[in-house]
């Protein structure tokens, strides 16, 4: 089943290429949680749930009866953006042989990033949903101050600490809001380092800033897939919506959701 509707759509395939390419580059480009998460799946685009399992997982029989334990069951849910291109522009970009201005795919794509990471980092209150920042069971610390001193180097050092006690080894990650991201942007005295280096020593480089989200956000996380990941059904794609007014409705979509299968991988620096 042609579940996109590009099949009939009267979009020609090299136009289709063009959209398809102006939105993965975008998306990739603004996507954040999936430049450290492992990815699970795609499981298809029918799937619209996926078992969450702890390190507690089993299977227990009583009286004939078998039953999995440590398991839940977490929604898919489809995240989607909508643009349009208006068939004034495609006549004319055709008539004078230039490209076709791909602003709103790419605008649209950037928005769609910003949701899963959205999704990925603070959950859904409509869904029911946690995210990094806010899953039950992280490990909180009370941050210093970041914006002078060694504050920073030591609260983070303090989360490699907790997580490495606990046997959670691996690949350390570490997402900070814009703000927190360019506060440390500064040199240490006597080191010849800016703090944001020396931090990101004690994590492999992987220090990310986040988009927009709210002020003063940071989290770290073993990144490891035995400890979280992102399930995927359907991964991001471009369907046809419809043709309205001669103009052209299309649609980013993709079903996605956090797998958090161990909360104490997280360290939350309030």
């Given at each position: ?123 859904s ?8 920042m ?27 600490a ?8 691996g ?57 979280m ?14 043709q309205?007014d ?6 980013i ?18």
């Amino acid at each position: 089943m042609d579940y996109l509707a590009r099949e009939g759509a009267p979009i020609a395939p090299a136009l289709w290429e063009k959209i398809d390419a102006a939105v993965i580059d975008n998306a990739k480009k603004h996507m954040v949680a999936r430049r450290f998460l492992s990815l699970y799946g795609p499981l298809g685009p029918g799937a619209s749930v996926v078992a969450v399992d702890s390190a507690a997982k089993d299977e227990a029989l009583e009286n004939g009866v078998g039953r999995i334990t440590g398991r839940r069951l977490v929604e898919l849910p489809q995240l989607y953006e909508d643009f349009s291109l208006l068939w004034r522009d495609l006549e004319e970009a055709q008539r004078m042989g230039y490209p076709v201005d791909l602003s709103a795919p790419a605008a649209a794509a950037q928005r769609a990033a910003k949701r899963e990471d959205e999704l990925i980092l603070f959950g859904s209150q409509a869904l029911g949903m946690e995210g990094l920042m806010n899953a039950s069971g992280a490990f909180q610390i009370k941050r210093g101050d970041w914006r002078t001193g060694e504050d920073a180097y030591k609260d983070v050092a303090h989360g490699i600490a907790y997580l490495s006690s606990n046997s959670m080894l691996g690949r350390y990650a570490l997402v900070l809001s814009p703000e927190v991201y360019l506060n440390l942007q500064r040199l240490v005295p006597n080191v010849g380092l800016l703090e944001l280096d020396r931090i990101a020593k004690l994590v492999d480089g992987r220090v990310y800033p986040a988009g927009p989200y709210g002020a003063g956000k940071a989290v770290l996380v073993c990144a490891e897939p035995q400890y979280m990941d992102l399930a995927v059904g359907a991964d991001l794609a471009v369907g046809y919506l419809e043709q309205k007014d001669l103009n052209h409705y299309f649609r980013i979509l993709e079903t996605v959701a956090l797998r958090l299968k161990e909360p104490k991988a997280v360290v939350v620096f309030e």
